[in-house]
């Protein structure tokens, strides 16, 4: 049997990851968090902590129904944008989303090779090309907002439209400065 890499030796072993299909292996168990045994109070005061516990339970859903479509949440956000901005220049898309040139030119290439997008000279920018959908495209974003509008439904249900509208006009507050 071949030795274990350095690696791997030192690695910590991880519990198993709870994700939002993941049922309580008894009644009693997965009540709340507080029936870990573990206090978490503090951590639930933070925004990060809670922002980001949001987001794994949402993106855990989103990654299920998108697969079909072979979309990640950037590349669904970035379809969506130029869905919604036809013509919108990779820098806009780069500000808009916070994602750096390099990361967004590998994105670009593997939506264009999948035929989703269409380059075409900018208007108003010699310089700059202006993306668009392709029809294959438009068919595919149309189908994956559909789906992802459900989703969002489907993850918010505990939370009255008021509640989802205020929570999320709070964390726009947050990131929008």
Do not use: W
């Amino acid at each position: 049997m071949p030795e274990p890499s350095v690696a791997n030796t030192l690695r910590r072993p991880r519990a198993p990851r709870k994700t939002a299909g993941t049922a309580p292996a008894s009644p009693s168990a997965g009540v709340s968090e507080a029936s870990s045994g573990l206090d978490t109070s503090y951590l639930e005061t933070l925004l990060g902590y809670n922002a980001r516990r949001a987001a794994l339970a949402v993106i855990t859903v989103f990654l299920r129904r998108m697969a079909p479509f072979g979309l990640r949440p950037v590349d669904f956000s970035v379809l969506t944008l130029i869905a919604h901005n036809p013509g919108v220049t990779s820098r806009q898309l780069c500000a808009e989303l916070d994602i750096l040139p390099p990361n967004l030119v590998g994105m670009i290439k593997n939506l264009d090779k999948r035929g989703l997008i269409e380059r075409k000279p900018h208007p108003s920018d010699r310089r700059a090309l202006g993306l668009h959908l392709s029809a294959e495209g438009k068919q595919l974003q149309k189908q994956a907002q559909l789906t992802a509008t459900r989703l969002e439904h489907d993850v918010s249900d505990t939370l009255t439209p008021v509640e989802l509208d205020t929570l999320n006009a709070l964390l726009r507050k947050v990131y929008q400065r």
